[in-house]
């Protein structure tokens, strides 16, 4: 009896080896972006990056000179729709990429925050800083993006 057991147990061993063994594990293709995604990933990522360069060249200027009405009005006006093309942007990337773009987004967002409250405050040294924090991001958001 004990030799049967041990020779069943041997016989289904090998029967669960052949059929593991047989058994094909289904290859999933890695997502990639389609023709039509990236052609609005790269509108998406020009309009930024006019946005970035504007926002290199103006706002600083208004920051240094103590413009604050004008910083204000920057910060509410060209740079609301950043953040708004940020957005759209993010809902054309990969799943596994949107989460980190999201987040740099939300940075930018606070550090636009406060800006326009530093320009309520005329701080100099808090608008200063939330700018630099907010171009490092919103660059660090520019890199994420796939290139054609």
């Known amino acids: 009896m004990k030799r049967y057991r041990s020779i069943l147990s041997c016989l289904l061993a090998f029967v669960m080896a052949f059929i593991v063994g047989c058994g094909s594990p289904q290859v999933k293709e890695p997502p990639t972006y389609s023709d039509a995604q990236l052609q609005q990933i790269q509108k998406y990522q020009s309009d930024l990056i006019g946005l970035r360069d504007r926002m290199t060249s103006e706002l600083p200027a208004y ?14 006006g060209p740079m609301g729709s950043l953040l708004q093309e940020m957005n759209y942007l993010i809902k054309n990337l990969l799943p596994d990429d949107q989460p980190p773009a999201r987040q740099l987004s939300r940075e930018v967002f606070e550090h636009l925050l406060q800006i326009g409250e530093a320009a309520e405050k005329a701080n100099l040294s808090q608008a200063s800083l939330n700018y630099q924090g907010a171009l490092e991001d919103l660059n660090a958001f520019l890199d994420l993006v796939p290139q054609a």
């Open 63 to 76: 920051i240094n000179n103590r413009k604050w009405v004008e910083v204000n009005n920057f910060v509410h």
